[in-house]
């Protein structure tokens, strides 16, 4: 089945600076991705939508200038923390749409702490 | 806008007994059903869902769910509970197929031995 490599696994950062995070579809190309975010003991809420060759779609109340998406090609969508704060620790997971009868692919999630 | 809500944060059963996770969705059109697990630390694995066709879905892992529109329910069940399927369980919608998914708060399910 289709499967979402997303990299790193988890990554300890400073405040202040930056974390990209990558998600690659292997075997298939994705036109759209999904990115979500986990807070400890919660459900996913949706922040983006990054589409290949457009602007990304962001969700109400999610800052645009903070979390910097970009799909760079059809295989390859990335997530960029800018300016990273303690708050902005959390376990972020990507998705790709379903092809054809499969269900939607997820990433392995990343699990974010800035200190 | 479509929504979910899963019933019970935490559910907790013995090994052997039966599992029922409750699913209530609100949508505007038909809409596509899904059951996800994970596991700590993880991503997303698929259950099962529903697209059309038989409202009896099973899925992996011995697990199955009935959509029932009258209900707006989607409610997902094990005749057996083992260890291993010890998780976090989410149910979620979405409006067409490709779109962005809408999720439940999640369901904690403990296994006792």
Redesign the interface.
């Known amino acids: 089945g289709a499967v979402v490599s ?1 990299h790193p696994s ?1 990554v300890i950062c400073k405040s202040g600076t930056s974390v990209k995070i990558e998600c690659r579809s292997l075997d298939f190309q994705a036109t ?1 991705m ?1 990115w979500y975010r986990q807070f400890p ?6 922040m983006a ?1 990054s589409n290949e060759g457009s602007k990304a779609t962001y969700e109400q109340g999610v800052e645009k200038d903070k979390f910097l998406i970009n799909h760079a090609s059809l295989t390859l969508s990335t997530l960029t923390v800018t300016s990273a704060h303690p708050e902005d620790s959390s ?1 972020y ?1 990507c ?1 790709a ?2 092809a054809g009868t499969d ?2 692919t ?4 990343t ?1 974010l702490t800035v200190v | 806008a479509q929504s979910v809500t899963q019933l019970g944060s935490h559910v907790s059963v013995s090994e052997g007994a039966l599992v029922l996770l409750r699913c209530n969705y609100s949508s505007s059109v038909p809409p596509y059903l ?1 059951w ?1 697990v994970q596991y700590p ?6 259950l099962l ?1 529903y697209t059309t066709g038989a409202t009896l879905v099973k899925g992996i892992n011995g697990f199955e769910a009935e959509f029932k529109k009258s209900e707006t329910s989607f409610h997902l069940t094990k005749p057996s509970a083992h260890m291993s399927d010890a998780a976090e369980y ?1 149910c979620a919608v979405s409006e067409r ?10 369901t ?1 399910l403990t296994i006792n031995p």
Do not use: E
């Open positions: 997303q988890w759209t999904f003991k919660q459900s996913l809420m949706l939508t376990f997971i998705s749409p379903p269900g939607y997820f990433g392995s999630g699990r | 899904f996800y630390n993880q991503g997303l694995q698929l869902k989410f197929r490709a779109q962005k998914l809408v999720f439940g708060q999640g904690r």
